[in-house]
Nanobody
Framework: QVQLVESGGGLVQAGGSLRLSCAAS????????MGWYRQAPGKQRELVAA???????NYGDSVKGRVTISRDNAKNTVYLQMNSLKPEDTAVYYC?????????WGQGTQVTVSS
């Protein structure tokens, strides 16, 4: 079984930065597609960024140019560096692991951006 534990969320002023981390248990991390999603109150969960096992990345339109996803397979950890944060980035951010039609989610970490 895979467990994902996010950290790094918090309260930040508009224009600030945060770095989220997601540590994965188990042995399948390096061969898995990893992603960050977010869900704001009253809104659907949306993709923020994803990274393949070989490092290819994809970003949601609303965050392109402001966030960077990366991974460290030696540490079983995926990161999300977020810059130039806006109040509309306020949401619970979830880590996601996908491999062979199995999907796992973390418990989420709250990011709040004040104006």
């Amino acid at each position: 079984q895979v467990q994902l534990v996010e950290s790094g969320g918090g309260l930040v002023q508009a224009g600030g930065s945060l770095r989220l981390s997601c540590a994965a248990s188990g042995s399948i991390f390096s061969s898995s597609l990893m992603g960050w999603y977010r869900q704001a109150p009253g809104k659907q969960r949306e993709l923020v960024a994803a990274i393949t096992s070989d490092g290819r990345t994809n970003y949601g339109d609303s965050v392109k140019g402001r966030v960077t996803i990366s991974r460290d397979n030696a540490k079983n950890t995926v990161y999300l560096q977020m810059n130039s944060l806006k109040p509309e980035d306020t949401a619970v951010y979830y880590c996601n692991l996908y491999r062979l039609a199995s999907v796992y989610w973390g418990q989420g970490t709250q990011v709040t951006v004040s104006s």
